[in-house]
């Protein structure tokens, strides 16, 4: 990014800023919308001129402290500072997911409308903290942890659910390590990590340090009522809750994994004489 844009912005977001926020008294007729150089300089804690030299594009290389003042200064969202982050050419660190967290009660009925797919949200720890019907469903055998990374190292249930397991649980590490980092949770953070690396297996995939979060992929689960359903499943991050991501488990339309999805949230059998599963394409995650 060139200094002229990093410029534009801060002009253009100066504009917008309202002035009634100042914490000040201030005085005089104001000739344009938003603050004015100098009292966004004052609120920074830099110098006028310093601010100037930003907004004109003779200064390209603000330091992380001024960046978070400017941000402050001109009431920016996270996303418009997430945007000067990239802007002043730094690299952007969201802040920490706060503890307890609630997931928008929008998102929730929109989760339980979808009755042909498994949803649920995940927490940077991979905490379940909400899930839809059917993902219940698919859950249920799991009585005593809803964190995915338990599920498949410390029930033994997890070694026959998930029909690969091995790469269950290499994806699993690796997006552990992608997101714990932004629980603010210091204490089920240790809690968990406790618990996971008295695990063998745990312990020797941690070490090998890969980062991945996940986004995509094909997976088969064994359910001991359902049967074997063949997923896809997509994440999105939640928007506001750094760390958080939505899941969504779908088997192909038709297919018997469907109806087996199906069958469980609605507690009855599947159809066994249902044609055979589609054969669904999915890139890696």
């Known amino acids: 990014m060139t200094a002229t844009t990093l410029g534009s912005f801060l002009r253009a977001r100066r504009a917008a800023a309202s002035p009634e926020s100042l914490p000040f008294p201030t005085s005089g007729a104001r000739r344009v919308p938003g603050l004015r150089r100098d009292e966004v300089a004052l609120m920074a804690g830099v110098s006028v001129d310093y601010y100037t030299r930003l907004e004109q594009g003779r200064e390209d290389s603000p330091s ?3 960046v978070d003042a400017l941000a402050r200064a001109l009431q920016l969202t996270s996303y418009q500072t997430e945007h000067l982050y990239d802007l002043a050419n730094l690299r952007w660190a969201p802040p920490l997911a706060s503890t307890p967290q609630q997931v928008d009660p929008a998102l929730l009925t929109m989760m339980e409308s979808w009755e042909r797919s498994a949803a649920f949200v995940l927490d940077p720890l991979l905490d379940i903290v909400e899930m839809n019907t059917t993902a219940a469903a698919l859950f249920a055998p799991f009585r ?6 338990e599920m498949v190292f410390l029930d033994p249930l997890g070694r026959t659910f998930y ?10 590490v690796a ?4 997101t714990a980092r932004l629980s603010a949770s210091p204490e089920r953070h240790r809690e968990l990590m406790d618990n996971l690396l008295a695990d063998p297996d745990f312990a020797a995939l941690w ?7 996940k986004t995509r ?11 074997e359903i063949t997923i ?3 994440t999105f991050h939640v928007a506001h809750q750094p760390g958080f991501e939505l899941v969504v488990y779908q088997a192909a339309p038709g297919s018997l994994s469907e109806r087996r999805l199906l069958g469980l949230a609605e507690h009855r059998p599947p159809q066994e004489d249902a044609a055979p599963d589609e054969v669904s394409v999915s890139d890696g995650g």
């Open 64 to 66: 992380q402290q001024v």
């Open 144 to 149: 005593n942890t809803s964190n995915l990374v």
């Open 232 to 234: 896809n499943f997509l």
């Open 207 to 213: 070490s090998a340090y890969d980062v991945e979060p």
């Open 217 to 227: 992929d094909e997976k088969v689960l064994v359910h001991f009522v359902g049967g």
């Open 163 to 172: 029909a690969d397991w091995n790469r269950a649980a290499e994806s699993c």
């Open 175 to 178: 997006a552990l390590r992608a």
